[in-house]
């Protein structure tokens, strides 16, 4: 079968699979992702034979260590994809909830209610415990899932596949509600993207390329994000002390994620006496600091800054520094060089706190916390499936509720419209 | 200037527009539409001599009656457009709403608030009312508005967008948050769609070509509706004078729109009963029905339907008429055929009446009421913004809170992240 007519076939499937879904109590649901977790368990072996073929394969080809252990299905790993199913089966479901019911003056009752959105395409780089984490949170919201990881973890995410999908047959579900996409052909993905009759939205998770490749070829809607370019603004009425904690948190606790500070921006009134603490601190842990004009008056020694260092997303133990004349820099700033996912202020200052939080519109805005809590299971949501920094549908960290959206239903008595 | 760099330029000024906007008091944006309710009707006579232009070149490239008529502007047509931006300043503002608020274990509060979505571009045909509409809504939510009209009422929507963006300048608003495109160039729409960096949504409003052409070219996220194929299905245990109403009202009322009923469904065991009655009232009502064999079987002269039938949006006086076995044929005919817009079942049977509201996932379900209902003003959004037939962000009629997102709000103490 041609490839084009392959992918067609298989989100026709998928689409037929997902009005059973929609349907399944969350007990079923819950069932499925428990007994899933039990069978991912029971074939750590297996599994980790599918794992070592590709892991052989990728070290033919020259992948770097760190890919390499991104790739690795380790004992651990398997164990921590089971027990991620069972955590999203105790999760509340989504699905059904009625968000609000009102009454119109001519007696019909009004609601919106909870409903899957359906058929959800994941296309995923190098980790193959995806597969498993993407496919529990979009069973457990009632959607069916179609999976295209990369290449080079064809075998693990084949394996993982296999045992997921014995397990819907087991309860008598189809299977087509949960595929893997396991052709080597790379013109998959380039087809499923033309499927919007079928496949409701295209989730990418990878790096800038993957998700540039995915936005500027798909006709279904896509919920991306490119970057974390993170500030934290340290005000003039700041608890240095915390000021310093927070940032050091944010900045050296997991530099190489979306949600660590990229760009320190300090009041010139407390910044003689605050970048000393905070470049000595950053700088026993190793975190190299570029400062602009400013920064450098006080600390002559800092490498300067320019322009690319205030785009930069660094993901690194890198660390941009600027002195800022007021808030309303500091909020210019942002809104230059930002990138739409987490910013930060320090103060006591009440007043402000309440300006940040109403001016600045990024998807997650602090006061007074590490921006390391950018995250869906920090913020509370139980798992997360992505991080949107686009506003359509979801902006920030996604949830179970992202997978769905809301139908209107109508209860009437015969009333027909004047 | 090139074309790619005005439009380019045009949507980075709206985009600088739109910050200002999102901080907007709702008392100025009330008083902003109100004032161009004001200004609209003070402008009457120039309004219509450049209609009048308009006309002329559109009778002069023989456009035919129903489209010279969507395109005039009369007297009552700008009363309206007044009168819609009072309506829209009228209705409550949906930005700022924290839609709830939670603790965290480690003490941090998580919130989640509704924001503009920033830049939104509606791409419209020839009716120039909606660049008034339009603008009142997005201004309204915060949003800066590109309109892009057609081109047969270049001239009314020009002088629109000038009487409008003069009361930004005597508010000390940017007029760059309204912008209307004018250029005669066609590709000024291909040009907009790539802009994904500035513009946050593109809403299409016009025939299917205008909003395949736009989902086809657009890099930005885009809310369409593509089309309304409406159906009713009587249940055995309807009260059947109820479902004559309904149904009447549902295709006669005004059958040009997306939610006029297009397919009727009949429960074969009331069909002998309920067929003749129906086909009495609509044919007195100068509808022509066509028929599956079984409806032939009871009226050998309706006209076959073929596989066709079951697919169109008529937005006439027809109506194709299936008789169902049971419900669970009627629902498979709603999933093999329908459109997502609106469904109705006529049933007296409680148990069946919620079983139809969870099982059919299509925008707007319904029990015992007309589907002329599913309208934002009809269900009690206040104005509506179009329709959304695809799932992502907005599902249905779409009103001001359609046009927001939601970033989350966090309030520390200095917690850090373990």
Request: charged fraction near 25%; aromatic fraction near 4%; hydrophobic fraction near 45%.
């Amino acid at each position: 079968m041609a490839l084009r007519d392959e992918m067609k076939a298989l989100a026709i499937s998928a689409q037929q699979a997902s009005r059973l879904l929609a349907n399944l109590s969350s007990e079923v649901k819950n069932q499925l992702l428990y007994r899933m977790a039990n069978a991912i368990e029971a074939a750590e072996q297996s599994l980790q034979l599918a794992n070592q073929k590709d892991l052989r394969l990728a070290e033919q080809n020259g992948m770097v260590a760190a890919m390499l252990d991104r790739l690795t299905l380790t004992s651990e790993r398997i164990t921590g994809m089971a027990d991620g199913l069972r955590e999203v089966a105790a999760l509340p479901d989504p699905v059904g909830e009625i968000t609000r019911m009102w009454l119109r003056p001519n007696g019909i009752k009004v609601g919106r209610q909870r409903i899957p959105l359906g058929v959800i395409g994941i296309i995923y780089e190098s980790r193959p415990n995806v597969t498993a984490d993407a496919a529990g949170l979009c069973l457990k919201s009632g959607n069916a899932v179609i999976l295209r990881g990369g290449s080079e973890a064809l075998n693990s995410n084949r394996a993982i596949g296999i045992i997921l999908r014995q397990v819907l047959t087991d309860m008598e579900l189809p299977q087509a509600a949960l595929q893997v996409v396991v052709t080597p052909d790379r013109n998959a993905v380039r087809e499923l993207l033309q499927l919007e009759e079928q496949i409701d939205l295209i989730i990418p998770r990878g790096g800038e390329g993957l998700i540039r490749f995915v936005t500027k070829n798909s006709r279904i809607p896509v919920i991306k994000h490119y970057k974390g370019v993170c500030h934290t603004y340290v005000d003039e009425h700041a608890d240095l002390k915390m000021a310093e904690d927070i940032c050091l948190n944010a900045k050296v606790q997991r530099p190489g994620v979306c949600n660590a500070l990229e760009t320190l921006l300090i009041h010139r009134d407390i910044a003689a006496e605050f970048l000393p603490l905070i470049a000595k601190s950053m700088g026993e842990s190793g975190v190299e600091l570029r400062g602009c004009v400013g920064a450098r008056l006080i600390i002559p020694a800092l490498i300067p800054a320019t322009e690319e260092d205030w785009q930069a997303e660094y993901l690194d133990l890198i660390l941009a520094v600027r002195i800022v004349d007021s808030y309303e820099q500091a909020r210019e700033h942002i809104e230059n060089y930002g990138s739409l996912h987490t910013e930060v202020i320090v103060t006591n200052d009440y007043h402000l706190s309440q300006r940040f939080l109403q001016e600045i519109n990024s998807s997650v805005v602090m006061v007074n916390a590490s921006s390391r809590f950018s995250d869906g299971n920090q913020l509370g949501l139980g798992a997360e499936i992505g991080i949107s920094t686009t506003k359509l549908h979801s902006f920030g960290p996604m949830g179970l509720e992202d997978l769905t959206t809301r139908k209107f239903v109508v209860l009437g008595d015969g009333q027909i419209r004047e």
